[in-house]
T-cell receptor, first 114, second 108 residues
Framework: GAGVSQTPSNKVTEKGKYVELRCDPISGHTALYWYRQSLGQGPEFLIYFQGTGAADDSGLPNDRFFAVRPEGSVSTLKIQRTERGDSAVYLC????????????FGPGTRLTVL | KNEVEQSPQNLTAQEGEFITINCSYSVGISALHWLQQHPGGGIVSLFMLSSGKKKHGRLIATINIQEKHSSLHITASHPRDSAVYICAVSGRDDKIIFGKGTRLHILP
């Protein structure tokens, strides 16, 4: 079956612009996670959805970042007024149940803010 | 001090060598994950464990809850094992914390 997919694979934008990054989890997975990975670093947790609700959004760096998962499947990570420091690979993962289940990662979206 | 520490940060070895990557953590956990990240960024989950030992092919993961330590071993290493190996823990407060990864390079 299909794995986790993310679109776009690459996004280049200008400072101050708004971007949306999409994640399609594995069908039937109730848990969805967003991470951010800067060059040379391990992934950094951003937000965790259980179903439609954000169970833990403590990793979102500030209020420019927002994520939704309105129907409990596809999720969109939204970044307002992008800054150069937002440049990173944004990774999405899903798991069948909660955080102790195996997570399956998508290929990531490489965001570059010029 | 990071809550999840991995060692070594970088490791170069010859094909066939036995590889050990270590992970120490300082928080209470419900599970520990080992992930593999290849050049280009794709991440694959290798193991999720909360006690004891797991084996999959040439990969073995162990965890000692009392010592807050886990190891990932690769037997008969091969150049295709070259990747970044990341340790992550699911804390008891449900937070997920990642180590910075160990970059492994296996020479033919």
């Amino acid at each position: 079956g299909a794995g986790v997919s993310q679109t776009p694979s690459n996004k280049v934008t200008e400072k101050g612009k708004y971007v949306e990054l999409r994640c399609d989890p594995i069908s039937g997975h109730t848990a969805l996670y967003w991470y951010r990975q800067s060059l040379g670093q391990g992934p950094e947790f951003l937000i965790y959805f259980q179903g439609t609700g954000a169970a833990d959004d403590s990793g979102l760096p500030n209020d420019r970042f927002f994520a939704v998962r309105p129907e409990g499947s596809v999720s969109t990570l939204k970044i307002q007024r992008t800054e150069r420091g937002d440049s990173a690979v944004y990774l999405c993962a899903s798991s069948l149940g909660g955080k102790t289940d195996t997570q399956y990662f998508g290929p990531g979206t490489r965001l570059t803010v010029l | 001090k990071n809550e999840v520490e991995q060692s070594p940060q970088n490791l170069t070895a010859q094909e066939g060598e036995f590889i050990t990557i270590n992970c120490s953590y300082s928080v209470g956990i419900s599970a520990l994950h080992w992930l593999q990240q290849h050049p280009g960024g794709g991440i694959v989950s290798l193991f999720m464990l909360s006690s004891g030992k797991k084996k999959h092919g040439r990969l073995i993961a162990t965890i000692n809850i009392q010592e807050k330590h886990s190891s990932l071993h690769i037997t008969a290493s091969h150049p295709r094992d070259s990747a970044v190996y990341i340790c992550a823990v699911s804390g008891r407060d449900d937070k997920i914390i990642f180590g910075k990864g160990t970059r492994l390079h296996i020479l033919p």
